[in-house]
Antibody, heavy 126, light 107 residues
Framework: EVQLVESGGGVVQPGGSLRLSCAVS????????MSWVRQAPGKGLEWVAN????????NYVDSIKGRFTISRDNAKNSLYLQMNSLRAEDTAVYYC???????????????????WGQGALVTVSS | DIQMTQSPSSLSASVGDRVTITCRAS??????LNWYQHKPGTAPKLLIY???SLQSGVPSRFTGSGSGTDFTLSISSLQPEDFATYYC?????????FGQGTKLEIK
């Protein structure tokens, strides 16, 4: 059974730091890109970052560039999000998700987030 | 960045109804379009990928269509468990972006 379990959420003051973890089981972690997606209170889903299988490529949404760092440890089947210089607008539930390739056709590969964790709440408040 | 716009933002319907949600991309994304269902306190669930492919285990009453910039998600014969918020998401290029969501409520 595929499982993704986030941890490390909590309350932090503006300007503070927090590190989220996502422990994965039930599939070969090292074979997949992985993403973080967040949902602020009362808002929709927002993709935050993703990381290639071997960690050699990372992509970020502009609003967190230079403040957040995505990383992974394939030996520990774990995904991380280091969040620095946190702001009130970073308050959200943070989900880890598996980047899955549904199928490839004619040189194009169509991907989606097929497994998600239950989320970790991060609250940035003084 | 590619902007995704869903309509309507909310929708009231009854069990047994057929509903359609639309999603428009700010530029052509071919068929790089996914649909998710999200209920409060749970993990989002993938319904449709590549615009029209049904994810394994998802009931066939969910159908997706479209390509380029205009896409639709249809649910035939609504069931009680279908009342949730639905999001489209483009996987054409990073930053991957979601629509603002469509909240489907019981009439």
């Amino acid at each position: 059974e595929v499982q993704l379990v986030e941890s490390g959420g909590g309350v932090v003051q503006p300007g503070g730091s927090l590190r989220l973890s996502c422990a994965v089981s039930g599939f070969t972690f090292s074979s997949y890109w992985m993403s973080w997606v967040r949902q602020a209170p009362g808002k929709g889903l927002e993709w935050v970052a993703n990381i290639k299988q071997d960690g050699s490529e990372k992509n970020y949404v502009d609003s967190i560039k230079g403040r957040f760092t995505i990383s992974r440890d394939n030996a520990k089947n774990s995904l991380y999000l280091q969040m620095n210089s946190l702001r009130a607008e970073d308050t959200a539930v943070y989900y880890c998700a598996r980047d899955w390739v549904g199928y490839c056709s004619g040189g194009s590969c169509y991907g989606a987030f097929d497994y998600w964790g239950q989320g970790a709440l991060v609250t940035v408040s003084s | 960045d590619i902007q995704m716009t869903q309509s309507p933002s909310s929708l009231s319907a009854s069990v047994g109804d057929r509903v359609t949600i639309t999603c428009r991309a700010s530029q052509s994304i071919s068929s790089y379009l996914n649909w998710y269902q999200h209920k409060p306190g749970t993990a989002p669930k993938l319904l449709i990928y590549a615009a029209s492919s049904l994810q394994s285990g998802v009931p066939s009453r969910f159908t997706g269509s479209g390509s380029g910039t205009d896409f639709t998600l249809s649910i035939s014969s609504l069931q009680p468990e279908d009342f949730a918020t639905y999001y489209c998401q483009q996987s054409y290029s990073t930053p991957y972006t979601f629509g603002q969501g469509t909240k489907l409520e019981i009439k």
